[in-house]
């Protein structure tokens, strides 16, 4: 029986190893279509599955079963797990607010993603087996970066699952001025995947040898470069705030101004990040921007259609008369009255409109209906663009405050480690630490603990963080 155990655990390890690399770098290309979504199951889903359902029986015949149920971090899981369940039956057979098979499948997905968290903390078990986790780790962000940097300049394949069309697994191409989503399916999800990497490797920099310096510097680069090119205004904050966290945690507050310096110097740039930045602030902030006015009866009908209204002729000069952000080089011709004509801070206009008027009052309104338990997973529609608005609308309280349990136990045991004589792990501990506030820095305009790549990822570095807790000096 030993010797299957040591077999299995073995198995597992090359599992979550295999996990660690996969499910950054194999595309969203759908297995199983569901009805009445464009969610689909996917091979990590299964491969997933596989773990957890061998994980499992590891338990079960190395008897840590009582153990596993003795730990607070465990008995916080099942109670997420558990305020779930009841929200989804409340929600399919009391309030009858969601599609019974869709809210499952969401319910069942949240299981998936958290419980990767005990099974690496469990299956790591050495030093040894840490750091060829953290050498694959490195090895997938530099895969990840130079296949997006491939899609902006060598015209590589795009999967993506922006749209309903998009999600079939369509085989794309960038278009000029779209922006690099790498293996991800979505700008957002590679911007929220490189904060993460940005964030540990910014303390893991201090734990190395010189020669590993270089490369963890260069790495940073490529993916600093990379998190640019996506454009995506909350994951560089969030960045920016988890490196500063990390050199707190890191007792390297020397460190800090240059990191300062370096984002006066990324935003004085021209970028398409910087643009949307200062949009940001001129549009949504202080009600600026050049705004489109109708002049005629047949603009003002095709303008409430979404018609195309302005002559492309005009872009030049409505670019380069506003004064507030370079120019995008074109105006936006679907546009309504009252709305930016320039097409970048229509965009910015656009993507703050969505949430303050649709997807927030949305959840806001499910809460309310049901404060303790929500409305259920998936009653949201598919993006509420806040994961915090979103855990009250769909689970309540309730599910929220057992969420924010799990991470703030979490946290605890990962800040303690802050005493820990291992260079490493207290490094990478302080790393971790600062990427779970970034993470959650992310969550206020995007669906983070929801989008498959980066919440399975996040629980995993987690349950990495607390196996390397465990290890002897």
């Known amino acids: 029986m030993k010797k299957f ?33 464009f969610v689909a199951i996917r091979i990590e889903d299964l491969i997933i599955g596989l773990t957890l359902g061998l994980w499992v029986i590891y338990l079960v015949i190395s008897n840590q079963v009582r153990s596993f149920l003795k730990d607070k971090l465990s008995l ?6 558990f305020i779930g369940f009841v929200s989804t039956f409340s929600a399919v057979f009391l309030t009858h607010t969601v599609t019974p098979h869709i809210s499952i499948l969401h319910f069942l997905r949240r299981v998936e993603f958290i419980l990767l968290l005990p099974v690496v903390a469990s299956v790591v078990k050495s030093k040894k087996q840490f750091v060829w986790v953290l050498v694959f780790l490195a090895l997938t962000v530099v895969s990840v970066n130079l ?113 300062f310096i370096a984002a006066v110097v990324i935003l004085i740039y021209p970028s398409q990040l910087r643009d949307r930045l200062i949009s940001t602030a001129t549009v949504n902030l202080f009600s600026g921007g050049q705004r489109y006015v109708s002049q005629t009866q047949d603009q003002q009908v095709r303008s409430k259609l979404n018609i195309p209204t302005l002559a492309i002729k005009t872009s030049s000069e409505s ?53 303790l338990l929500g409305t259920g997973y998936a009653s949201l529609d598919i993006a509420t663009d806040n994961d915090f608005l979103r855990s009250l609308g769909e689970v309540g309280i309730l599910g929220t405050l057992s969420l924010f349990l799990i991470l703030t136990e979490v946290g605890k045991r990962i800040f303690n480690a802050s005493r820990y004589d291992s260079r490493l792990v207290r490094y990478f501990s ?44």
């Open 5 to 37: 155990i040591s077999t299995l655990e073995k198995i597992l390890f090359y599992l979550v190893l295999f996990l660690f690399v996969f499910i950054p770098l194999y595309p969203k290309f759908p297995l199983i279509n569901i009805t009445g979504t």
């Open 76 to 81: 916080s899981l099942l109670l997420f797990f």
């Open 147 to 259: 296949y997006a940097l491939g899609q902006q300049f060598l015209d590589l394949p795009v999967i993506s699952t922006t749209n309903s069309e998009f999600s079939k697994g369509l085989i794309l191409r960038l278009t000029p001025g779209a922006r690099a989503n790498s293996t991800f399916a979505g700008h957002y999800d590679l911007a929220v995947y490189l904060v993460m990497a940005l964030t540990v490797l910014s303390a893991l920099f201090f734990a190395v040898s010189k020669k590993m310096k270089l490369i963890i510097l260069a790495l940073g680069g490529l993916s600093l470069l990379v998190l640019i090119m996506t454009a995506a205004r909350i994951s560089f904050v969030a960045a920016f705030a988890g490196v500063v966290l990390a050199l707190l945690f890191s007792r390297k507050t020397k460190f800090i101004l240059l990191i």
């Open 319 to 371: 670019a380069s008369s506003s004064s507030f952000a370079s120019p995008s080089g074109q105006t936006a011709t679907d546009i309504t009255p009252g709305e930016p004509i320039d097409t970048t801070q229509l965009g910015v206009y656009r993507s703050f409109a969505i949430r303050y008027n649709i997807e927030w009052p949305r959840a806001i309104r499910a809460f309310v209906k049901n404060p």
């Open 430 to 473: 302080a790393g971790v630490l600062a990427m779970l506030f970034a993470f959650l820095v992310n969550g206020l305009f995007i669906d983070v603990f929801e989008a498959s790549k980066v919440a399975s990822l996040f629980w995993m570095i987690l349950g990495l963080n607390l196996a390397a807790l465990k290890f002897k000096e």
